[in-house]
């Protein structure tokens, strides 16, 4: 019975009276929690605890299956719509040509319209470790080439052989 998320029925609760509300959504009061046992057998439902934390707590008469179907429904149902941000990652060298850095640009401007966030990235390798300002400018052109649905998360910085930035969509209306 662990699986009914703390939500006790029938013979699980213990207290000795209830504010009962029956199949039908009518207050009955405070009730001996045996009588309302009773009226729930009567009925062939379940007698469930929502809210335990009242004095007393307050149970209704209802068919727990159906009940915890319908819980488990609105939770799905919630998580539906809920958005799941993306880290998507660009990676590209200093040394990128021109039709590349477009190429690579209309992705990141892609990520950025599907609500994903953007890390581009630029690799330096060798000698090329020496001259890390040209990340620099790669990264600035990428910018410039977006149109302005973006904002930059983090500034570009190194990161040992690695300079990247993060972005990520701005806020849609």
Do not use: W
């Not at 213990?14 to 207050?27: A, P, S, W, Y």
């Not at 850095?101 to 000698?127: P, W």
Request: net charge positive.
């Amino acid at each position: 019975m662990a699986e009914n998320k703390g939500l006790r029925i029938n013979e699980q609760i213990r207290v000795r009276e209830v504010r009962l509300i029956d199949d039908e959504g009518e207050q009955k009061g405070i009730v001996p929690t045996i009588e309302a046992l009773k009226m729930a057998k009567e009925r062939e439902l379940d007698l469930v605890e929502v809210a335990p934390q009242a004095n007393p707590p307050v149970c209704k008469i209802l068919d727990y299956g159906k009940y915890r179907f319908e819980q488990e429904k609105k939770l799905r149902d919630s998580k539906k719509n809920q958005k799941l941000l993306k880290l998507k990652e660009i990676r590209m060298q200093p040394k990128i040509g021109a039709g590349d850095l477009d190429f690579k640009s209309k992705h990141v401007q892609e990520f950025l319209a599907e609500g994903n966030k953007v890390k581009v990235t630029i690799r330096f390798r060798g000698r090329e470790l020496a001259h890390t300002e040209l990340g620099y400018d790669v990264l600035k052109e990428v910018l410039k080439r977006l149109d302005d649905e973006y904002v930059v998360e983090k500034q570009p910085a190194m990161e040992g052989r690695f300079m990247s930035m993060t972005l990520s969509p701005k806020a849609k209306k």
